[in-house]
C-alpha cells in the first residue's frame, strides 16, 4: 500500500462545478499536511497546508480526518484557471522529516 | 517571499559528463533541500534530502556516487549528476524548507536534463 494515495482521477468539470479530492495517508504518526498543485511542465506550488480545525482560503477548503486518516480538498465555482494536477503532501513531526506526496490528481475544468 | 531559484533551466549535455544543478533559496534560510526527480505525467520521486552542513539522505534506490548532492550553506545546494547517461535524462526539481515538517516546502522552477 502506499504512503499516500490519491483519488485516481482525471476529474473533467464545467466551470461553476464544486469538486472534491481525497487523500489517505498511512502513517497515523504523520503530523503535516498540504495540498499543491502543478501545472503541465512546471514545478509544484503550494496551495494550502491543512490544519486541524479545517481551513478555507476563497473558493477552497481542505479538512483533515485524524481518525480515517486522511485529507480533502473542496474547490467551488471552478474557473478554467484550476485545471491543473493537485498533489497530497504529508509530513513526519521530525526537523530532517521528508515529505510524501500522493502522485496527484488531474482536474480539467471546461468551460 | 519564499523563492527558490534553480539554475540552469534547461541542458543538454553528451553521454559521461558531468552536470551540475544549483538551487538557491532567495529570501530565506533553507535548513533541509530536497531532490526530486520527475518522469512526463508522472509523479514527483524523491532522490535525497540534505540538510545544511550534513550529508545528504539517499532514497532507496538513488546512487549517491552518481547523484552528488552539497548542501554547503543555508541558501545553496547542488546537485551534480556524474557520467551521465540518456536514461538520466529527466525533470530534476528542488525544494527547500525553512524549518522542520511543519514548514511548507518551496520548489525551484525544475531543470530539465536531457543527455544525448
Known amino acids: 500500500r502506499k504512503e499516500v494515495e490519491q483519488d485516481p482521477g482525471p476529474f473533467n468539470v464545467p466551470e461553476g462545478a464544486t469538486v472534491a479530492f481525497n487523500c489517505t495517508y498511512s502513517?497515523?504518526?504523520?503530523?503535516?499536511f498540504f495540498w499543491y498543485r502543478q501545472d503541465c511542465r512546471k514545478e509544484p506550488k503550494l496551495l494550502m497546508s491543512v490544519y486541524s480545525s479545517g481551513n478555507e482560503d476563497g473558493r477552497f477548503t481542505a479538512q483533515l480526518n485524524r481518525a480515517s486518516q486522511y485529507i480533502s480538498l473542496l474547490i467551488r465555482d471552478s474557473k478554467l484557471s484550476d485545471s491543473a494536477t493537485y498533489l497530497c503532501v504529508v509530513s513526519l513531526n521530525t526537523n530532517a522529516g521528508k515529505s510524501t506526496f500522493g502522485d496527484g490528481t488531474t482536474l480539467t475544468v471546461k468551460p | 517571499g519564499a523563492v527558490v531559484s534553480q539554475h540552469p533551466s534547461r541542458v543538454i549535455c553528451k553521454s559521461g559528463t558531468s552536470v551540475k544543478i544549483e538551487c538557491r533559496s532567495l529570501d530565506f534560510q533553507a535548513t533541509t533541500m530536497f531532490w526530486y526527480r520527475q518522469f512526463p505525467k508522472k509523479s514527483l520521486m524523491l532522490m535525497a534530502t540534505s540538510n545544511e552542513g550534513s550529508k545528504a539522505t539517499y532514497e532507496q534506490g538513488v546512487e549517491k556516487d552518481k547523484f552528488l548532492i552539497n548542501h554547503a550553506s543555508l541558501t545553496l545546494s547542488t546537485l551534480t549528476v556524474t557520467s551521465a547517461h540518456p536514461e538520466d535524462s529527466s525533470f530534476y526539481i528542488c525544494?527547500?524548507?525553512?524549518?522542520?515538517?511543519?514548514?511548507?516546502?518551496?520548489f525551484g522552477p525544475g531543470t530539465r536534463l536531457t543527455v544525448t
Open positions: 502513517n497515523s504518526a504523520s503530523q503535516s
Open positions: 525544494s527547500a524548507r525553512e524549518g522542520g515538517a511543519f514548514y511548507e516546502q518551496y
